[in-house]
């Protein structure tokens, strides 16, 4: 009876896989690993031109991506640092790194929550004394630190289609009446005007292109204004104007009809281009007993982890058109199997931080499953940081996590120290 319905769905999948493969008129290629490596060596075949042709541009974007802009750059005049590299940057460029930040709003009379005034990120430095953000009264009573993220890598994220996504979601047993339910959120392109996708980015899903998450990341974490992004931050809600030497009005080098705002050189594409070039974090089971590290992947599979974490995602076919159709998936990055250890949905685990950005006021208490990918290189966990270690950040989830994680308390003292091992080789 069982090995029936088994090779039924199989003949079914057979089938759906010939049907897609004949409707969308692409032959069918088997899709092959993504490249990963901490080497500062870009995706292969993503720049043209020779190996050292394809080096010598990617070295000059991460340049870019490294480059410490100051006051006559337009820096600030409220920011948190002064370059991405600066929060991006662990163990290679475009990595982690330590720096936080800080967010805070309150509720209103009906459990909405509401931004501090000037909105909710609340900028750690200033380019001058007197306009210095900081949470500005007790009655910003929701706030929360947010740990940087790893950037390296997501271009294959970027190149993960809709219809993947909404798959997983779909896959996910609290879709029938179970616990765990991960929601989609469509967010705004910036680079395509009225349109939206499916937010991957940020812990909040916040952003889907990596083009639109730039310009946002140059406003709010530089003051840099650019074409997407032309008015600067306030200080908790009173104008910077007085303090801002630079205008927000340099034409774009690439097209003078357009306003580049701080950015005339366009270093908004740059930095995307970077992301998109840079290779997934590798695994690396270095130091590690190689039984232990097997044994805790397969409990990670075994109680649930893999639900949330999924451990594998193939990117969008080459020649796929993603954010709202301002970008084509491209032979280097199309068409890929990336571990990412992620369903790249937002989940209630118990540690919302009651923040809303782009996701609606559903949102307030989820977050982005953390991807694992490069894990080992992060000692404070969690979207606050402020879990330090391994099996407390397991511990910490709850909410939609709560079956799987009773299922961790319930194995062995040896097999959580195997799970934690696996999670070093992350
Ligand atoms: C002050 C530190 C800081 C600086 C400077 C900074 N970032 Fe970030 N970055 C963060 C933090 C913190 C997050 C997570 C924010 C969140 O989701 O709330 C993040 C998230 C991201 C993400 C999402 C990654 C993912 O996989 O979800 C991208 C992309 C990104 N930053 C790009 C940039 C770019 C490009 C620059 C330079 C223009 C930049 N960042 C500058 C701290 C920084
Ligand atoms: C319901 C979905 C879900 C399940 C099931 C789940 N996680 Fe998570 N995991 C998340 C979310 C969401 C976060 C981010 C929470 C936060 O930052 O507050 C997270 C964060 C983490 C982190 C912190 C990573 C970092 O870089 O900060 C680790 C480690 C982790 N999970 C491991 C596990 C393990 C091991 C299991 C199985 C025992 C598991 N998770 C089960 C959704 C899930």
């Known amino acids: 009876m069982k090995i029936l319905k088994l090779s039924a769905v199989a003949a079914f999948a057979l089938a759906l896989a010939l049907a897609t493969a004949s409707r969308s008129g692409v032959h069918s290629q088997a899709a092959t690993e993504a490249p990963a490596a901490f080497d500062n060596a870009p995706v292969p075949g993503f720049y043209a031109g020779t190996t050292a042709q394809q080096q010598a541009a990617f070295d000059a974007d991460r340049a870019v991506f490294e480059e410490r802009d100051d006051i006559a750059k337009g820096l600030g005049p409220v920011y948190n640092a002064q370059s991405c590299a600066e929060c991006h940057q662990n163990p290679v460029t475009g990595g982690i790194s330590q720096i936080t930040e800080f967010r805070a709003g309150h509720q209103d009379g009906f459990g909405n929550f509401v931004d501090a005034p000037g909105g909710s990120l609340i900028n750690d430095r200033a380019i001058n004394a007197r306009i210095q953000e900081r949470r500005p009264s007790t009655a910003e009573n929701i706030f929360t630190f947010r740990t940087s993220l790893n950037t390296l890598g997501d271009g294959f994220v970027e190149a993960i289609s809709n219809t993947t996504l909404q798959n997983i979601a779909n896959a996910q047993p609290g879709q029938s009446g179970g616990q765990i339910a991960g929601l989609l ?146 032979a280097a990055l ?82 959580r120290a195997q799970l934690v091992t696996f999670l070093q080789s992350l």
Not at 194 to 210: E, M, N, V
Not at 261 to 270: A, F, K, Q, R
Not at 356 to 370: C, D, E, P, Y
């Open 185 to 330: 959120i469509a967010v705004p392109v910036a680079e395509a005007s009225g349109q939206t996708r499916f937010g991957r980015f940020g812990w909040k899903d916040q952003q889907a292109s990596l083009l639109s998450f730039a310009s946002d990341a140059y406003l709010n974490e530089q003051g840099i204004t650019n074409r997407f992004n032309l008015v600067e931050n306030t200080s908790l809600g009173n104008s910077v104007a007085a303090y801002d030497p630079v205008p927000d009005t340099a034409p774009c080098a690439s097209n003078a009809a357009v306003n580049c705002g701080e950015d005339p050189d366009e270093d908004i594409n740059v930095f995307a281009r970077f992301m998109r070039a840079s290779k997934a974090p590798p695994r690396d089971t270095f130091g590690l007993n190689a039984n232990d590290v097997a044994a805790g992947d397969s409990l990670f599979n075994a109680i649930g982890c893999a639900i949330c974490h999924v451990r594998n995602i193939t990117t969008a076919a080459p020649g796929t058109l993603i954010n709202g159709g301002a970008f084509t998936v491209s």
């Open 334 to 415: 199309g068409n890929k199997i990336i571990h990412p250890f992620s369903d790249f949905l937002l989940h209630d685990v118990g540690t919302g931080d009651g923040i809303v950005q782009n996701g609606g006021q559903i949102s307030a208490n989820q977050l982005r499953t953390a991807p694992l990918w490069g894990m080992r290189t992060r000692g404070r966990l969690m979207h606050d940081g402020e879990t330090t270690n391994r099996t407390e950040a397991i511990l910490r989830h709850a909410g939609e996590a709560t079956g799987v994680i009773n299922n961790f308390r319930n194995l062995s003292t040896t097999q």
